[in-house]
């Protein structure tokens, strides 16, 4: 298969966007895609529906395409769009993975399998086979935290090798592996943070995989910019300190739902989690009030960037 080079190399800040709801558990079509529009508008780099932030375990088939097709079809190639495809069948993921590029996607996130704990020649395996079934670049998922596989970089290493594979999130708390994957990987694979977007920025990642940017898709944004494009390191700690309230709000075990909450309190009807994830409890709810009334935060779709 001819692999087609994606017509500029991903970097910056993307957005790992939630999925809104009705309270029937059904896809909100319109406000998926006014988030989207939103998104862009307020000057983020990409977009990936679809990935642990967007509940793409706790979705029917019919609604994983549903998103993606929205998402991709509202982005009409301002930013890239890479969807999430990553389930437990290497064979799922490969006609996931097909779709989403008949689609349109840019790309594609692909977390490894989190059940069966692959071995290393598996895991290898499995991202070969996805790779020689599309022509768009894999974004390797590591998030050892969820999947039950740590990707390590003497491993990424190895899965760099394959054509394709070009480009990871990396979302352990471990900032030197950006690092060691840019070492060992040179022009193979191209890091993204997944958690420490600024520290990863500085340590030489080219993107930020970011929840935070769901609710504040600017700052986040220009976070990359003051550092990768600007050299402006100082100034953007001062940015990434400023918001750092945000960014430790939708991070841990209530990432979905404090998002969810955000959004819902900045006039944007993202729902609620679906289940087993629950509501946030209402002191935590009301501590999301505070924050979107403290920072000034605002669903406007009136406002452009």
Request: contains cysteine.
């Given at each position: 298969m001819t692999r087609i080079k994606s017509k500029k190399p991903f970097r910056g800040t993307y957005t790992v966007m939630i999925t809104p709801f009705d309270a029937d558990?059904?896809?909100?079509?319109?406000?998926?895609?006014?988030?989207?529009?939103?998104?862009?508008?307020?000057?983020?780099?990409?977009?990936?529906?679809l990935g642990s932030t967007g509940e793409f375990l706790s979705q029917s088939d019919d609604q994983l395409?549903?998103?993606?097709?929205?998402?991709?079809?509202?982005?009409a190639g301002r930013v890239p769009v890479l969807i999430g495809t990553g389930a437990e069948d290497t064979r799922q993921v490969v006609r996931l993975s097909r779709r989403a590029e008949k689609l349109?996607?840019?790309?594609?996130?692909?977390?490894?399998?989190?059940?069966?704990?692959?071995?290393?020649?598996?895991?290898?395996?499995?991202?070969?086979?996805?790779?020689?079934?599309?022509?768009?670049p894999i974004m390797v998922y590591n998030?050892?935290?969820?999947?039950?596989?740590?990707?390590?970089?003497?491993?990424?290493?190895?899965?760099?090798?394959?054509?394709?594979?070009?480009?990871?999130?990396?979302?352990?708390?471990?900032?030197?592996?950006v690092r060691d994957i840019i070492r060992l990987c040179g022009d193979?694979?191209?890091?993204?943070?997944?958690?420490?977007?600024?520290?990863?920025?500085?340590?030489?990642?080219?993107?930020w995989v970011a929840v935070a940017s769901n609710v504040a898709p600017g700052p986040m944004a220009r976070l990359f910019e003051l550092v990768a494009d600007e050299g402006k390191v100082f100034e953007a700690r001062d940015l990434y300190l400023h918001w750092l309230p945000i960014?430790?709000?939708?991070?841990?075990?209530?990432?979905?739902?404090?998002?969810?909450?955000?959004?819902?309190?900045?006039?944007?009807?993202?729902?609620?989690?679906?289940?087993?994830?629950l509501p946030l409890p209402a002191e935590r709810d009301a501590r999301m009030a505070a924050l979107v009334k403290h920072f000034g935060l605002k669903f406007d779709l009136g406002t452009e960037a």
């Open positions: 558990g059904a896809v909100n079509t319109k406000a998926l895609a006014d988030l989207t529009e939103w998104q862009i508008r307020q000057g983020i780099h990409g977009l990936i529906p395409h549903q998103v993606a097709d929205i998402v991709i079809q509202q982005a349109g996607a840019d790309g594609v996130m692909i977390i490894p399998p989190f059940y069966s704990t692959p071995t290393d020649d598996e895991l290898v395996q499995h991202y070969r086979a996805v790779a020689e079934a599309i022509t768009i998030n050892p935290a969820t999947s039950n596989v740590d990707l390590k970089p003497e491993l990424v290493a190895r899965i760099a090798e394959i054509k394709g594979c070009d480009y990871i999130k990396e979302s352990t708390l471990e900032v030197t592996r193979n694979m191209t890091v993204f943070g997944g958690i420490l977007g600024f520290e990863s920025f500085v340590d030489g990642a080219q993107g960014i430790e709000a939708v991070f841990g075990q209530y990432y979905v739902g404090g998002t969810k909450a955000l959004l819902n309190h900045m006039g944007f009807p993202a729902g609620i989690p679906q289940p087993p994830r």
